[in-house]
């Protein structure tokens, strides 16, 4: 039975990662699950991975309601833990949550819905889980339920602007905007925003930040570039991002969201004690292979 579990554990942590957009709880999520397993009788279980995407489901589902009932007031965003890898590699573990993700804006308006709509989308519209399937974990009819992910594709369609499927335009949107930020461009910087950017930050882990307009953004971006930092490109969620990284440490995970040529999101996560519980040692490796080679890399 481990076996067989260990088969389907990283498809369950990707289920678990897009309704709870915390790696650790993930993890936890899916720990539960085998928990569980390991104490029913299956050999009744016609589809054993649809059962254990189900369970895993419900199983995420209270927990994201005990988080939102310990919450005293709700956020008006949060940034979830971004998945970050090198542009010219990815590990399976990584592919296996990337896949199908559209980059961390969408995972942004993921944490502002209701538990049982989050639930209703992403089984049914990321994992293919029938609707009648989804009612049973929420005890509700499949009509109530695919009226939940009606509203939450809706929400998601105003609040998480589709992405240029095209890489290459997004990564050289990703290196224009940086360009002219490193280069004190303003107007350059303009350029490459699109007039309704919204720019998000946990801001460090001390207070969010959320900016929107391209002036405005472009403003905050200038005041505080640090151009002591070495900036790797990498995909963030499934689309173009960087990781930022300073004396050998990640300081911080950018994803960006380009639509035709110009940015309309980004959003960063720069808190020390959730950056360190993230994997992001390959970015570390190579922030101390340039320094070696050359100590003006940054």
């Not at 369950?12 to 790696?23: E, I, Q």
């Not at 308006?109 to 009648?132: C, G, K, M, N, W």
């Not at 240029?164 to 303003?186: K, L, M, P, T």
Request: charged letters at 25%; glycine letters at 6%.
């Amino acid at each position: 039975m481990a076996a067989r579990f260990a088969t389907h554990r990283g498809h369950l942590r990707s289920v678990a990662y897009r309704m709870l957009g915390s790696l650790e709880e993930a993890d936890d999520a899916v720990q539960e699950t085998w928990l569980r397993l390991s104490r029913i009788d299956t050999t009744e279980v016609a589809n054993f991975r649809g059962w254990l995407t189900t369970m895993t489901g419900r199983i995420c589902l209270d927990m994201l309601r005990s988080r939102a009932s310990r919450r005293e007031q709700p956020l008006d965003f949060h940034i979830p833990d971004p998945i970050g890898s090198p542009i010219d590699r990815t590990t399976p573990e990584q592919e296996a949550l990337l896949a199908e993700s559209v980059g961390l804006a969408l995972h942004v308006v993921l944490e502002t819905l209701p538990p049982a709509q989050r639930l209703a989308y992403v089984l049914h519209d990321i994992f293919s889980v029938p609707f009648d399937e989804i009612a049973a974990i929420l005890g509700r009819s499949a009509k109530a339920t695919k009226q939940l992910a009606a509203r939450a594709r809706a929400r998601i369609r105003s609040d998480a602007p589709p992405a240029d499927a095209d890489a290459v335009r997004q990564h050289e949107a990703v290196r224009a905007f940086y360009d002219a930020a490193r280069n004190g461009d303003f107007d350059a910087l303009i350029a490459v925003l699109a007039p309704e950017v919204v720019l998000r930050s946990d801001g460090g882990g001390a207070r969010p930040i959320c900016i929107q307009g391209a002036a405005a953004v472009a403003s905050r971006v200038l005041t505080f570039i640090r151009p002591d930092v070495t900036l790797h490109p990498a995909w963030v969620n499934g689309a173009a991002g960087v990781v930022v990284s300073s004396r050998d440490r990640v300081t911080a995970v950018i994803g960006f969201t380009v639509r035709n040529r110009a940015v309309v999101a980004i959003n960063g996560l720069a808190d020390p004690d959730r950056l360190a519980r993230i994997d992001l040692s390959g970015f570390v490796a190579r922030s101390r292979a340039m320094g070696a080679a050359d100590p003006s890399s940054s």
